[in-house]
């Protein structure tokens, strides 16, 4: 039986949900997304990338600044959804909003709840040196990613998987599961648990003031903080190159052998000693320019033996 649905998502990672729910024949009757934001060098008004993929689908968007007016309700209300889906949406939903749907609001998070509640769940789990994650189909509620959850799927985290990376493998097992959550809700076999209280943790919006790299920590340390914030916000540091220091962005490194003050190159191949053992770059971006292999910005750039990074 197909669902009427009310869409809530904003970034790429809720797009392959929006297009799972649409393949199985599900009528889409809204989508809500956040308000186009001024971006690039004409700062010209940009669509969120659902936004885009809904527009294309003739879909009707929302763009609310807020949930909490009454009239912003109303209007929620009064596409008589029979479920909200939920993925990455960008604002709080109140409680009238919550409850309008015959079957309330269910939401995909990225991470095994209750550990890593909130904005950044791949990035702190990576960041962490987590071993695994996973994705989430729960009911929501009025707290923070604390309602009850219906489906879930475990996977491993690569020991050199960047954020990324899981990023676009999530957001693939996401969509499956939450069209699994919906055809058994269909079919009214959808059952929820209540979360543990055991093991929370909260995934704090991430901050630009922790991107630089402390080569001080040990090399397992600096490696997963590294991939934990590429490709964006990206890690980085300051490198002299001639006569001015310059921003590096480093986004893929490995582990290595060797040791020596923190921050110091120890050869041709840069790596780059740490507090305890060493970590190899093997992709940088300069300032305003591309990500490159180590082995291309080599190539036009001297780093000896001894070069220190702050």
């Known amino acids: 039986m197909s669902l009427r649905i009310v869409f809530m998502g904003t970034p790429d990672f809720a797009v392959p949900t929006l297009v799972e729910i649409l393949g199985q024949g599900h009528e889409v009757v809204a989508v809500y997304t956040r308000a186009p934001k001024p971006a690039g060098r004409g700062m010209a008004e940009k669509r969120s990338p659902v936004h885009e993929l809904a527009a294309g689908f003739g879909i009707p968007v929302f763009t609310p600044r807020t949930l909490r007016d009454e009239a912003a309700q109303a209007e929620f209300a009064a596409h008589e959804a029979d479920v909200a889906v939920v993925v990455a949406y960008g604002l709080i939903l109140p409680a009238a909003v919550l409850a309008a749907p015959e079957y309330g609001c269910l939401n995909l998070h ?173 992709e940088v971006q300069r300032a305003g320019k591309a990500p490159m292999a180590a082995g291309a910005f080599l190539n036009g750039t001297a780093v000896t033996a001894g070069t220190k990074l702050g």
């Open 110 to 282: 990225a991470s095994l709840l209750p550990r890593w509640r909130g904005a950044a769940p791949i990035n702190r789990a990576i960041m962490a040196g987590d071993r695994e994650t996973g994705v989430m189909v729960m009911q929501m509620d009025e707290g923070l990613d604390t309602g009850a959850v219906a489906l879930s799927e475990r996977v491993a985290i690569g020991a050199d998987e960047t954020a990324g990376q899981l990023h676009d493998r999530l957001a693939r097992l996401g969509a499956d599961l939450m069209v699994r959550a919906l055809s058994a809700l269909s079919r009214g076999t959808l059952a929820t648990e209540p979360q543990p209280e055991a093991g929370t943790t909260y995934a704090a919006k991430l901050d630009k003031a922790e991107t630089r790299i402390d080569w001080t920590r040990p090399a397992a340390a600096v490696h997963d903080h590294i991939r934990g914030l590429s490709p964006f916000p990206g890690a980085w540091c300051e490198m002299t190159l001639g006569d001015r220091s310059e921003r590096l962005k480093v986004l893929r490194t490995v582990a290595a052998t060797g040791s020596g003050a923190p921050g110091t190159v120890l050869d041709d191949r840069l790596t780059v000693a740490c507090g305890e053992g060493a970590v190899r770059l093997l």
